[in-house]
């Protein structure tokens, strides 16, 4: 991709992502990247910084995060890097917890939205992608249908661009999801980027994903595969929740600095 010629230029210089383990890029490991992890958000400022020449890019999200700890870590910190594209994805964590509220959560979620839009930067959001056939997780698919309800409206009124993840069908393929099954795979993360830059309009050859039929699979046999994967995914996940505990204690932004894309992996 280093030789790839200049297509016609977006109108953005400074790319800022904020966000939870999604947007950090859990599930596409890569040893080259910063914090190890590569993940839809790198491969779109990657297409972004190949269109423009002067162009910085910054990522503020980390693993585990809920809607408050990203509305209060993240936005000012993205604001100070002065971006004119943001994106956002938050709530996830919050969702598929017990007794959380869709309705209460979108107005928390809106007031960041107000500030992260006072400046004029063109923020991206993103919707919840439809988890039904995921196992456990599947009893939080109403919620997620609701809080997707409120986001478009957020949308409208702040005229967002919204990175549709629940009409992106083909999410629906296991082939998307990393084997912990909440995280998404790199083909997956692949899938998203090209979502991405086509709602922003921006021309990319990222590879289609064109999936070749799976082999049914004996009921017998997914019902150990889903043992296993409770075993351990499930379980450890239930435990952390019990010690008050979460997977982005002690990690910080893998790139928490606005520069040029191949300049930050070159750091590395």
């Known amino acids: 991709m280093q030789g790839r010629a200049m297509t016609q230029q977006h109108p953005w210089s400074r790319y800022v992502a904020l966000g939870d383990s999604f947007t950090e890029g859990i599930g596409d490991p890569e040893p080259k990247s910063p914090g190890g992890n590569r993940g839809w958000a790198d491969r779109v400022a990657e297409v972004l910084s190949e269109q423009t020449e002067d162009f910085a890019y910054a990522n503020l999200a980390i693993r585990g995060r809920l809607l408050r700890q990203i509305m209060n870590e993240q936005v000012d910190a993205a604001l100070s890097l002065r971006p004119d594209l943001i994106s956002i ?43 039904g056939m995921t196992p456990v997780l599947n009893r939080s698919r109403g919620k997620v249908a609701i809080y997707n ?72 046999h997914a019902r150990v595969e889903d043992i296993g994967w409770a075993h351990e995914y499930l379980v450890p996940w239930v435990l952390r929740r019990i010690r008050h505990q979460s997977s982005g204690d002690g990690i910080v932004p893998k790139r928490p600095d606005a520069v040029p894309y191949r300049t930050a992996n070159l750091a590395q």
């Open 149 to 220: 309800e409120n986001l478009h409206a957020i949308a409208l009124r702040h005229d967002l661009v919204v990175a549709d993840m629940w009409a992106l069908r083909e999410l629906k393929d296991p082939r998307m999801w990393a084997p912990d099954r909440l995280h998404f795979s790199p083909i997956g993360h692949t899938s998203i980027a090209r979502m991405v830059l086509d709602a922003l309009n921006v021309e990319n050859d990222l590879e289609p994903y064109y999936p070749v039929p799976l082999e049914r699979v004996p009921w017998r």
């Open 89 to 131: 994805s938050a709530g996830g964590n919050d969702i598929i917890r017990p007794n959380t509220d869709p309705d209460r959560l979108a107005t928390i979620l809106e007031t960041g939205i107000a500030r992260l839009r006072a400046d004029g930067a063109t923020v991206m959001l993103f919707n919840g992608p439809d988890i």
